[in-house]
């Protein structure tokens, strides 16, 4: 699985952004797929992540309200809507796909398959 990520920006607080994921492979549909960030300085860490069907989310708890993450397994996309964007939310953000069988991974381990990263700053 390849992956392409994009749609980072700059947006003020309180602000709205989507970036998307495009994945290249005829196994997009038989894996779940995260979305991380990291910040300057400071490790990796989750955000959200789907199931293969789409039914099953997981957020991470800062996020969880404010952002929206969803997948069209015909267009090989996974998107993430981020709503009432904070300061804190600026970092590089990267899509991920999670070929193993079960639930969604949360953690970086989890995933064997990582996109290039788009930039999201969140500034006045």
């Known amino acids: 699985v390849q992956l392409q990520a994009s749609g980072g920006g700059l947006v003020q607080p309180g602000g709205s952004l989507s970036v998307s994921c495009a994945a290249s492979g005829r196994t997009f549909s038989h894996a779940n797929m995260g979305w991380f960030r990291q910040a300057p300085g400071k490790e990796r860490e989750f955000v959200a992540a789907?199931?293969?069907?789409?039914?099953?989310?997981y957020y991470e708890d800062s996020v969880k309200g404010r952002f929206t993450i969803s997948r069209d397994n015909a267009k090989n996309t996974v998107d993430l809507r981020m709503n009432s964007l904070k300061l804190e939310d600026t970092a590089v953000y990267y899509c991920?796909?999670?070929?193993?069988?079960?639930?969604?991974?949360?953690?970086?381990?989890?995933?064997?398959?990582w996109g290039q990263g788009t930039q999201v700053t969140v500034s006045s």
């Open positions: 991920a796909a999670d070929q193993r069988t079960g639930l969604p991974g949360t953690t970086q381990y989890d995933y064997n398959y």
């Open positions: 789907i199931s293969r069907s789409g039914r099953i989310t």
